[in-house]
């Protein structure tokens, strides 16, 4: 069973930095693109980036500036650069990755920025 092990969230200040990591913990062949999503309580979760595996980027227009997404869906690595984060940056995150066959979500990891 392959399972996408995520790191590096957190409590930080306004305008702070953090930078989450996510790997997969057996090879997964053919990704077409890596993510990064987010949810609050009571809300539908949304997507934060996505990297295709020939390095092509999206993020959603909130994080646009601040949030840069890198990975090699080779080594099955995806990170999340997230500088000047405000509190409404505050969620639980999950990566995921999209192959040909299925997709595959990390367990989360707690984002919270205090104002």
């Known amino acids: 069973q392959v399972q996408l092990v995520e790191s590096g969230g957190g409590l930080v200040q306004a305008g702070g930095s953090l930078r989450l990591s996510c790997a997969a913990s057996r090879s997964i062949f053919s990704i077409n693109y890596m993510g990064w999503y987010r949810q609050v309580p009571g809300k539908q979760r949304e997507l934060v980036a996505t990297?295709?595996?020939?390095?092509?980027?999206n993020y959603a227009d909130s994080v646009k500036g601040r949030f840069t997404i890198s990975g090699d869906s080779a080594k099955n690595r995806v990170y999340l650069q997230m500088n000047s984060l405000r509190p409404e940056d505050t969620a639980v995150y999950y990566c995921?990755?999209?192959?040909?066959?299925?997709?595959?979500w990390g367990q989360g990891t707690q984002v919270t920025v205090s104002s």
């Open positions: 990297i295709t595996s020939g390095g092509r980027t």
């Open positions: 995921n990755f999209h192959s040909i066959l299925r997709d595959y």
